[in-house]
């Protein structure tokens, strides 16, 4: 799996970085203009520890993440 970004020029998506496989199938993702959220204290402090776990280097790659995903299927 790859997550890449881009935008819409001319009605068409143009995606930042290197091109993707022709024919690759994609799933589009668009958030509402006005989409945002609302953390209560337990969740910001939640937020705030993950954050500084990830400065640290305490994290596993999405690479790492699927395979561990795979050997549990």
Do not use: H, Q, Y
């Amino acid at each position: 799996m790859e997550i890449t970004t881009g935008k819409v020029v001319d009605g068409k998506v143009v995606i930042d970085g290197a091109p993707l496989v022709e024919g690759a199938r994609v799933t589009i993702l668009v958030p509402a203009a006005d989409s945002g959220f609302t953390l209560n204290e337990d969740e910001r402090k939640l937020l705030a520890e993950s954050i500084a776990e990830i400065e640290r280097g305490e994290f596993i790659s999405g690479d790492e993440l699927l395979r561990r995903i795979d050997k549990r299927s």
